[in-house]
């Protein structure tokens, strides 16, 4: 246990000007003269000097080279000293905890994972979480005070201001965990806590950089299915920061409906796609699943969440060898999921869909293209324009990405609310 809080707030580089600065530094991976910088912040050069020099102290950026420009002088080229600072990010699944150690540039230094504890005991829950915290930091040989803080992906939904996980349907015995402040306590870091979908979302936001799409849906398919949404370059988070719920749009089921003949049915694409009822699905068609075969739900009406994730493993290992029955099953899961996020691209008007999560990471390669065709070929898309689709780049550990992106988010990127931030 932490002798001593790091403080309550996540810490401010100590001004509006430092985060442009390096926000700009950050996006150029050239890196920038003092000049540039200048003329891309429309800070004065003075400013930009000051700032810089402060940076520089502080060990966040460095001094890299010159460059020769025209008749002047060479210009000295600034550039991130992304192992000077890190963040933690934080995913809690049913199934498994995932711990990322991401540098300033957003790339992931260590990971480890944790079985998912039982909230039945709170404190055990913040003792797992805690070790296995501070060893990720030691075992990347990093010292604590230059990790700016923890971000928590949790699914919803959260109280986001108390910093509590209410009762996520897929965690039964998680209520009213007031996560937050007590792994803060724990660990002595500042930590943020979000929902899993928006801090997807985010994570897709920082890490892309100058490329970062202006709006967006993210598709998050893990234990439950979920909506993360960038407007205006903006997580959408709503009054209770629990938007992107968007398991209860009506679908065609197509193959995976309920009847006994498998066509026609329609339902809530959320319960239509939990990976358990998929895997039992699976079996029942004679799809390979690997030594998970026999996943699904017990006597007691428990799921073995562990068994779903290797049957799931032994699906997209099919899926990957070419398997044709694999191939079309995974391909019928991503035509469900693209079908039901034709509602939420004709009700946002957004041109993009990123897929991501770590459900769905394993299948993409079927799920993919037939998701882009239901999208593309839709008799209810409303939007003339094209829509593109793509899978996130950050893999399965996308939400613990996006956790520890979310304190990078609020320590670097500059926006008028930085200057609230406690030093």
């Known amino acids: 246990m932490a002798e001593h809080r790091r403080g309550a707030n996540l810490p401010s580089l100590g001004g509006f000007n430092r985060t442009v600065v390096l926000d700009a530094i950050r996006r150029s991976p050239g890196g920038l003269s003092r000049v540039e910088l200048a003329a891309g912040t429309g800070l004065s050069p003075q400013t930009v000097s000051n700032v810089t020099r402060f940076l520089i102290d502080a060990g966040m950026i460095v001094e890299s080279g010159t460059v020769v420009s025209g008749r002047g002088k060479p210009r000295t080229i600034l550039r991130l000293e992304a192992r000077s600072r890190f963040a933690i990010g934080v995913h809690v699944d049913p199934a498994v905890v995932t711990y990322v150690l991401l540098d ?50 949790s699914p919803g939904p959260i109280d986001a201001a108390a910093g509590i996980v209410l009762d996520p349907p897929f965690l039964p015995r998680w209520r009213d965990v007031p996560l937050r402040d007590a ?54 988070r ?52 690997g030594d998970g075969g026999g996943a699904g739900v017990g006597a007691d009406g428990d799921v073995d969440l562990a068994a779903v994730d290797r049957a799931w493993d032994g699906l997209g290992a099919a899926v990957d060898a070419g398997d044709p029955l694999a191939t079309a099953f995974a391909a019928e899961v991503g035509a469900v999921m693209g079908r039901a996020v034709v509602v939420i691209v004709n009700l946002l008007d957004v041109d993009r869909v990123v897929f991501g999560g770590p ?30 689709v793509v899978e996130s780049p950050r893999g399965a550990d996308v939400a613990a990405v996006g956790a520890a992106c979310l304190v990078l988010d609020a320590a670097l990127s500059p926006r008028a609310s930085t200057m609230l931030i406690a030093h």
Do not use: C
């Not at 230094?109 to 055990?124: G, L, N």
């Not at 065609?252 to 796609?273: C, F, I, K, M, Y």
């Not at 079927?366 to 829509?387: F, M, N, R, Y």
């Open 104 to 153: 300033l540039a957003g790339s992931v230094v260590a990971e480890s994972t944790t079985s998912t504890p039982s909230a039945e005991d709170p404190d055990q829950v913040v003792r797992t979480m805690a070790a296995a915290v501070d060893g990720l930091v030691g075992g990347a040989g990093v010292a604590p005070d230059s990790v700016l803080g923890v971000g928590i992906a």
């Open 183 to 236: 792994l803060g306590d724990a660990t002595g870091y500042p930590v943020l806590l979000e929902k899993d979908v928006t801090a997807a979302a985010v994570g897709e936001v920082f890490l892309a950089r100058e490329t970062a799409a202006r709006d967006f849906a993210f598709v998050y398919f893990g234990t439950g299915f979920g909506v993360g949404l960038v407007l205006d370059h903006e997580p959408v």
């Open 238 to 289: 709503g009054s209770g920061s629990n938007a992107g719920d968007a398991g209860h749009i009506m679908v065609d089921q197509g193959s995976l409906a309920g009847t006994p003949d498998g066509s026609g049915g329609r339902g809530e694409v959320g319960a239509t796609v939990t990976p358990d009822r998929l895997v039992r699905i699976a079996a029942e068609r004679g799809v390979p699943l």
């Open 359 to 388: 459900f769905w990471a394993r299948i993409a390669a079927a799920a993919l293209p037939a998701a882009t065709a239901a999208i593309a070929g839709s008799p209810i898309l409303v939007p003339k324009h094209p829509v593109t």
